[in-house]
């Protein structure tokens, strides 16, 4: 059975930065995509970053590159997401998702129904 378990999240001022950090357990994600979603109170969840453990590959929104990176410990089954520059915008629930996709190229999975398991969120507040 897949979990994810995100854990990082916190008060930050604005222009801070803080580390997310989602452990991953259940399975073998060799083949996955793995990303981070946020969301805000009456908002959809909003696609952040994702990150492909077979080819490292990373894409993220427009709006946190630059700011944001993400990356993964495959031995650690581990996925993080640095933050910096951050700003009040950027405060919300972040969520780790994963999706099985294979091991050959595949497109970017940027939307909610695009992944199969979440985690339970972190909340990210950003004071201005």
């Known amino acids: 059975q897949v979990q994810l378990v995100e854990s990082g999240g916190g008060l930050v001022q604005a222009g801070g930065s803080l580390r997310l950090t989602c452990a991953a357990s259940g399975g073998d994600f060799t083949g996955n995509h793995m990303a981070w979603f946020r969301q805000t109170p009456g908002k959809e969840r909003e696609f952040v970053a994702a990150?492909?453990?077979?080819?490292?590959?990373?894409y993220y929104t427009e709006s946190v590159k630059g700011r944001f990176t993400i990356s993964g410990d495959y031995a650690k089954n581990t996925l993080y997401l640095q933050m910096n520059s951050l700003r009040s915008e950027d405060t919300a629930v972040y969520y780790c998702?994963?999706?099985?996709?294979?091991?050959?190229?595949?497109?970017?999975?940027?939307?909610?129904?695009?992944?199969?398991?979440w985690g339970q969120g972190t909340q990210v507040t950003v004071s201005s």
């Open positions: 990150f492909r453990w077979i080819s490292g590959t990373t």
């Open positions: 998702a994963t999706t099985f996709v294979g091991y050959n190229g595949t497109p970017e999975r940027r939307t909610r129904n695009d992944y199969d398991y």
